[in-house]
């Protein structure tokens, strides 16, 4: 291989890994916030705690998979009171 083969390779596939990384990250965060819809999932059990989040002000229900230690947090109110 000559090395203009490999410089042409390198400059094209630095760019390739960083769009694909993008497009990725974009792809996997969509589809966390399709699943935050408020609703628990299907095997989740419904605990005593409800806290409010410090960050947003929004009370919070937390759920509970005894399957695998999963927990869900279900928006109970939408605004700070």
Same mark, same amino acid.
């Given at each position: ?9 390198? $400059?094209?596939?630095?760019p390739?890994?960083? %769009?694909?990384?993008?497009?990725? @990250?974009? #792809? ?13 999932? $299907?095997?989740f059990?419904?605990?005593d705690? %409800?806290?409010?989040?410090?960050? @947003?002000? #929004? ?8 399957r ?14």
């Open positions: 291989m000559t090395m203009t083969f490999l410089a042409v390779l390198y $400059f094209i596939c630095g390739l890994v960083v %769009v694909i990384s993008i497009i990725g @990250t974009i #792809i996997y965060r969509r589809n966390r916030l399709k699943r935050s819809v408020n609703e628990p999932p $299907f095997e059990q419904k605990t705690e %409800v806290f409010i989040d410090p960050t @947003t002000g #929004i009370k919070q229900q937390v759920w509970f998979n005894p695998n230690g999963e927990r869900y947090y279900q928006n109970i109110e939408d605004k700070k009171n």
